[in-house]
């Protein structure tokens, strides 16, 4: 008779202690390690010596980035895997290791630090920390932590939007952030012109961006908030990202309906999102993108494709198409009216 495997606390601990691994990244990127390690295996003591840190502490950060996949170990010397090689040296044009400024920022944090109240309340329990205020910081280290990481879904997005190359193109850039998802679409139409919305402080790292990537001469701004500002007309595309997630349906559709009104008629609408299954347990990642909203907004919530085409319909695009980035855990939603 077969016997039933025991079960053991492997799990629970695993998840209980998840926050020593965020940490141990967290102060690994403070550091510098994978940027002064670099191209060239070095060891403990040569990393401790650029990162102005003890050899003792350098040599157990580097191992535990080993144990986590981030580092290799060859005897004594510690060189980059090809992850952090990509996103975390600094001198990688893909780097995206700034993400923790953002991601792990005290209030990012609080929210997950009070979210037994939260579940009592049901949306966040921090404090107003005025994070919807006009011209709020915290959306600048936003714009400049999470440009790298969005990188891949911006590309993806721009080649998914198949107007003619040469076609002039007007497009509106919602809550533009980084910009860099209404700057891969000038840079693969020649002849588009953006218009980025966001608070005045946070369009500046948009202008730098753009600046960046040569076309800053099509890059506009539009200063104000989403919600209040006056867009304009007749705009062929109009892109809407990691936006619609932070609200209730009904602010949600009365965005989508001031949205309606600026596209042109053969206009495409282009939203961005987490998008789970019908199930809200899968796939993994975006279903779990729920709890972040549960943490950190009244009302937020990852919403599921047969939700986001009723907000959609609502508020007048007939035709909505879901396109999952695979293997991003972001999902394109294209509308038109």
Not at 115 to 142: C, H, I, Q, Y
Not at 247 to 276: H, M, W, Y
Request: net charge negative; proline share 6%.
């Amino acid at each position: 008779m077969q016997q039933t495997a025991q079960p053991t606390p492997e799990l629970f601990y695993r998840i209980l202690t998840a926050f020593q691994q965020s940490a141990a990244l967290k102060a690994a990127m403070e550091l510098e390690i994978f940027t002064e390690i670099g191209p060239e295996q070095k060891t403990a003591g040569e990393i401790a010596d650029l990162c102005q840190a003890s050899e003792r502490g350098i040599r157990i950060l580097c191992d535990t980035m080993t144990i986590l996949g981030l580092l290799t170990k060859n005897e004594d010397r510690y060189g980059l895997t090809d992850v952090s090689a990509s996103f975390l040296d600094r001198q990688s044009p893909t780097y995206c290791g700034d993400a923790f400024h953002f991601i792990m920022s005290p209030t990012q944090m609080r929210g997950f630090e009070t979210l037994t109240e939260a579940v009592r309340k049901g949306g966040s329990a921090v404090e107003d920390d005025g994070a919807l205020e006009p011209e709020n910081p915290m959306w600048v280290k936003f714009a400049r932590g999470m440009a790298g990481m969005m990188f891949p879904a911006a590309r993806m997005m721009a080649e998914k939007l198949d107007f003619e190359i040469e076609r002039p193109l007007k497009i509106l850039d919602l809550a533009a952030g980084h910009g860099i998802f209404g700057i891969m679409m000038a840079k693969k139409y020649p002849n588009a012109q953006v218009y980025a919305v966001d608070w005045g402080n946070v369009l500046h790292v948009a202008s730098e961006k753009a600046e960046k990537f040569g076309v800053s001469e099509r890059h506009h701004t539009i200063p104000g908030s989403a919600f209040e500002v006056e867009y304009g007309e007749d705009y062929d595309v109009i892109l809407l990202t990691n936006f619609l997630h932070h609200f209730d349906p009904e602010t949600c559709e009365n965005l989508l309906q001031k949205i309606n009104r600026s596209l042109a008629v053969d206009g495409k609408l282009l939203t961005l999102e987490f998008i789970p299954n019908d199930d809200r347990i899968s796939p993994p990642a975006e279903a779990m993108f729920s709890l972040v909203m549960l943490a950190g907004t009244p009302s937020g919530d990852a919403y599921t494709f047969a939700e986001l085409r009723r907000m959609f319909e609502n508020s007048g695009f007939s035709r909505n198409q879901h396109i999952p980035l695979t293997p991003l855990p972001q999902h394109l939603v294209v509308s038109q009216k």
